[in-house]
């Protein structure tokens, strides 16, 4: 079962609801459970979320390297090369966030 604090929307897994929140530290009668069908929601885009997440971290690490290799400026090419790879990847990185806000919309986080 799934069980979603009412306070701040944390949710949890088990037989029954935390004895508090381990975000807010509201008390278990702030939970209730979820239906079936969001829970089911919620399960079946876990792993797309965690990929979603997953490039956003590796898109910032990506940015991080361009411009590294814009800060040593070694010629017009790489240059060029380091801008573009660094814009691509925001992009990418802004499509996942996007994407994420749109299961959280959904009730799919």
Same mark, same amino acid.
């Given at each position: 079962?799934? +069980?979603?604090? /009412?306070?701040? *929307? ?5 037989? !029954?609801?935390?004895? !508090?929140? #381990?975000?807010? *530290?509201?008390? $278990?009668? !702030?939970?209730? %459970? &979820?239906?079936? =069908?969001?829970?089911? @929601? ?21 940015? =991080?390297?361009?411009?590294?290799? &814009?800060?040593?400026? &070694?010629? #017009?090419?790489?240059? $060029? %090369?380091? =801008?573009? /790879? @660094?814009? &691509?990847? +925001? /992009?990418? @990185? ?10 959280? $919309?959904? *009730? @799919? +986080?």
């Amino acid at each position: 079962m799934l +069980w979603k604090c /009412s306070v701040c *929307g944390y949710t949890a897994e088990g037989e !029954k609801a935390p004895e !508090k929140c #381990p975000k807010c *530290g509201s008390p $278990a009668e !702030k939970f209730a %459970v &979820l239906p079936v =069908e969001d829970a089911d @929601k919620i399960y079946a885009a876990n792993r797309t979320n965690d990929i979603h997440m997953k490039i956003v971290r590796n898109a910032a690490a990506i940015i =991080e390297l361009c411009q590294e290799g &814009l800060d040593i400026d &070694l010629d #017009p090419g790489c240059h $060029a %090369v380091f =801008e573009n /790879s @660094k814009q &691509l990847s +925001w /992009s990418m @990185k802004q499509m996942c966030k996007a994407e994420i806000a749109g299961h959280v $919309a959904k *009730g @799919k +986080w």
